[in-house]
């Protein structure tokens, strides 16, 4: 069973610009989650998606957002990259509807901003 | 609001000796608690989860940890450390079992000597 896949799992980009990151999750999952990791804030919620729906947003300015398509995929885009955005991000799939379980992890794209 | 708190950025312990991480979190309810262990340049692997079915909670590699509600505690123990246990260790607390959305802990890097 293929596990969650982040793409690119690298990237440069310069401040001002625009990055967009994708997550397959794993089959039959249709909750997906993403988070930030940076060593001074340690892990930090963006948003999940499930069934297309935004069903909790973190708390980030409106240039991060995200979406999911209908093969439960989910993108998110960074736009005006600012030096701060440089992480780590984390795609996480579950069942979500199934009551308490576990967050997949994929291994994460790793975005500098110069 | 939920938080946790993870007593020690670093620990250090000696091949084969006990090894306990602690985690305590803040919340107006019980809450479900998951410890996710990550490797470098990996994703996070879920260890064990508190769901309220049993306060003694087992999870993968030999590791447990109990949900103290008195002591609003959920400290992550193994008996015997092993170099392989080297990594960094999330606590983490949802007030759902629905959702995507984990609070985080700021990570404890455990440290295994020979």
């Known amino acids: 069973k293929a596990g969650v896949t982040q793409t690119p799992r690298y990237l440069i980009k310069t401040r001002g610009q625009q990055v967009t990151l994708s997550c397959s999750p794993i089959?039959?999952?249709?909750?997906v989650s993403w988070y930030q990791q940076t060593p001074g804030q340690g892990l930090q919620f963006l948003f999940e998606y499930f069934s297309e729906t935004q069903r909790n947003k973190g708390n980030f300015p409106g240039r991060f957002s995200g979406r999911q398509f209908s093969n439960s995929r989910s993108e998110m885009n960074v736009s005006t990259l600012e030096l701060g955005d440089s992480a780590l991000y984390l795609c996480?799939?579950?069942?979500?509807?199934?009551?308490?379980?576990?967050?997949?992890f994929g291994e994460g794209s790793r975005l500098t901003v110069l | 609001a939920q938080s946790v708190t993870q007593l020690g950025s670093h620990v250090s312990v000696s091949e084969g000796a006990l090894v306990l991480l602690r985690c305590n979190y803040s919340?107006?309810?019980?809450?479900?608690l998951f410890w996710y262990v990550q490797y470098p340049n990996q994703g996070l692997q879920l260890l064990l989860k508190?769901?309220?079915?049993?306060?003694l909670v087992k999870g993968i590699n030999g590791f447990e940890a109990e949900f103290k509600k008195s002591e609003t505690s959920f400290h992550l123990t193994k008996p015997s450390a092993h170099m392989s246990d080297a990594a960094e260790y999330f606590c983490a607390v949802s007030l759902s079992g629905n959702t995507g959305k984990l609070i985080f802990g700021q990570g404890t890097t455990l440290q295994v000597k020979p």
């Open positions: 508190y769901t309220s079915a049993a306060t």
């Open positions: 919340s107006s309810v019980p809450p479900y």
């Open positions: 996480a799939s579950s069942f979500r509807d199934r009551g308490p379980g576990e967050l997949f």
């Open positions: 089959s039959g999952h249709r909750s």
